[in-house]
């Protein structure tokens, strides 16, 4: 029985390789693995309101059918807030900034015409992907005439501000007063404006890469093609210390979460898994799929199961 159980647990990684390693270093590229002792919250650490295992977009449009401007937030942890936003053809954003963290978006129906500081405007239609630094003033509005919709990711708990031209809203437990600041984030190679994920990787038959990576967030677009998933015992893996969600941006993608079934979740669905918790995410259907990886973590610790199928 042993010897099988090792067996299975080989096959789950020969798997794994293709599921979890996928846009990583090749392996001569990479260190060497390591075996410890790793913790698991017990009882598992529990999805709590609003994050849940799947969000399914179409029932989240559903929900909000004839309205114009809507807002359903997904995700509320220690580290993220992430929403669902519609905003009415000709809506604006007052301008507003982030003190210490990046804010960034998927568009993912509708046009909307972006304002950064210190960058040319342009407009975003779907797929796009769009991010700016901390202290960096933008506003945003729809375009064209019909409604945009766009899934915001932010800092948890993070509170905007105002350049010193606008008028502050009227904020429940928060009292704005003028005060004098120095320094902004910047762009760099990974970190740009913008991805058109439509023809930057799509077009140009890529595999994706990190479009934010800072030292509090990482969001990593993750493509390949489909293929049949990988047998249960493939558990994946587990984060200690921070939860992880994703935004599927093509396709189709099988995912396996610590006591829930295998599910697949489609273009613009959000799943969650908390932390401490086995989860696996594999390429499904017969096309391309392509998933955006969202953790506070750019080189996270992944707990695999070890090849001698110890525990």
Not at 23 to 34: E, K, Q, S
Not at 275 to 297: C, D, E, K, V, Y
Request: aromatic share 12%.
């Amino acid at each position: 029985m042993l010897l099988r159980k090792r067996a299975l647990l080989r096959a789950g990684l020969s798997g794994l390789a293709f599921v979890t390693l996928a846009g990583m270093a090749p392996a001569a590229d990479r260190p060497p693995t390591i075996q410890a002792w790793s913790p698991k919250p017990v009882p598992l650490t529990p999805w709590t309101a609003p994050n849940r295992p799947l969000w399914k977009l179409a029932e989240i449009r559903a929900k909000h059918a004839g309205q114009q401007d809507w807002s359903e937030k997904l995700v509320e942890d220690r580290d993220f807030s992430a929403s669902y936003i519609q905003m009415a053809p000709g809506g604006k954003t007052e301008t507003r900034f982030y003190a210490d963290s990046r804010v960034f978006w998927v568009v993912q129906d509708g046009q909307i015409r972006f304002h950064i500081q210190g960058q040319p405007d342009f407009v975003a239609g779907k797929g796009f992907l769009v991010q700016v630094p901390f202290r960096v003033p933008f506003s945003m509005e729809t375009v064209g005439d019909k409604p945009s919709l766009r899934f915001e990711v932010r800092q948890a708990g993070a509170t905007p501000l105002y350049p010193i031209d606008q008028t502050p809203p009227q904020t429940p437990g928060k009292h704005y007063i003028k005060v004098q600041f120095s320094g902004q984030g910047a762009y760099d190679a990974v970190n740009r404006p913008y991805l058109d994920f439509e023809k930057d990787v799509v077009g140009a038959n890529g595999r994706g890469g990190p479009f934010v990576k800072d030292d509090k967030t990482f969001a990593n677009v993750i493509r390949g093609h489909g293929a049949p998933p990988p047998p249960p015992t493939n558990y994946g893996h587990f984060h200690v210390d921070y939860s992880e969600f994703w935004f599927v941006l093509e396709g189709k993608v099988d995912y396996l979460l610590e006591g829930q079934k295998l599910f697949t979740a489609e273009e613009g669905d959000v799943v969650y898994a908390p932390q401490g918790r086995w989860h696996r995410a594999s390429f499904g259907g017969t096309g391309m799929a392509t998933r955006l990886a969202i953790n506070p973590r750019p080189e996270g610790m992944h707990n695999y199961q070890p090849a001698d199928g110890g525990e």
